[in-house]
């Protein structure tokens, strides 16, 4: 059974910093690519990013290019969502999720998801 366990949401200030974890379970971690979708209330799911099963790809929403990073620990069976310069607009539930290297896919497991508030 397919497990994925997101933390380290919370409350930020823009221009600050949040890092979030995704504890994988049930499934050959290094069998899959990972990524990270948010929701905004009112809004549907935004992909964010994802990686592929060894680490070396990585792909970004233009909207975080160049403010946020993915990477993967595959011993620790671990996904993080480094996320720097936050603005409020990044404020929105985020879920960790297998698959969706580059998007959006009808197969992708989901985690319960983490919430990331940015205000000042």
């Known amino acids: 059974q397919v497990q994925l366990e997101e933390s380290g949401g919370g409350l930020a200030h823009p221009g600050g910093s949040l890092r979030l974890s995704c504890a994988a379970s049930?499934?050959?971690?290094?069998?899959?690519?990972m990524s990270w979708a948010r929701q905004i209330p009112g809004n549907g799911l935004e992909w964010v990013s994802g990686?592929?099963?060894?680490?070396?790809?990585?792909y970004y929403a233009d909207s975080v290019k160049g403010r946020f990073t993915i990477s993967r620990d595959n011993a620790k069976n671990t996904v993080y969502l480094q996320m720097n310069s936050l603005k409020p607009e990044d404020t929105a539930l985020y879920y960790c999720?297998?698959?969706?290297?580059?998007?959006?896919?009808?197969?992708?497991?989901w985690g319960q998801g983490t919430q990331v508030t940015v205000s000042s």
């Open positions: 999720a297998t698959g969706g290297l580059r998007g959006l896919s009808r197969d992708q497991n």
């Open positions: 049930g499934f050959t971690f290094t069998s899959y690519a």
């Open positions: 990686i592929d099963s060894d680490g070396r790809d990585t």
